[in-house]
């Protein structure tokens, strides 16, 4: 079992940044893919960026790509996630997941964070 817990969502005006963080329970942490996911109101969840287990594999949405980066720390079962150029398309509800062989599919995570709210105001 992995319980994901993220924070650091907030309102931030366009061109702005924020870091979004996601602290994992349980002792494999290390052996899952992490990754992020978004949802806009009235809009189906999408994905946004993935890490391997390593840490030597990023997956990038092309909206996302040159202003997110997405990064993690196994000693501190924690998965960060920087957002800079935030534009007003980028908010919603931000949520983080684990999976053992995941990349850009939502089937493919098995364990789900609550969300943590991102608003961008232009």
């Known amino acids: 079992q992995v319980r994901l817990v993220e924070s650091g969502g907030g309102l931030v005006q366009a061109g702005g940044s924020l870091r979004l963080s996601c602290a994992a329970s349980?002792?494999?942490?290390?052996?899952?893919?992490m990754g992020w996911f978004r949802q806009a109101p009235g809009k189906e969840r999408e994905f946004v960026v993935a890490i391997n287990w390593s840490g030597g594999s990023t997956y990038y949405a092309d909206s996302v790509k040159g202003r997110f980066t997405i990064s993690r720390d196994n000693a501190k079962n924690t998965v960060s996630l920087q957002m800079n150029s935030l534009k007003p398309e980028d908010t919603a509800v931000y949520y983080c997941a684990a999976g053992r062989v995941a990349v850009t599919a939502m089937r493919q995570y098995n364990y789900w964070g609550q969300g943590t709210q991102v608003t961008v105001s232009s």
């Open positions: 349980g002792r494999t942490f290390s052996s899952y893919t």
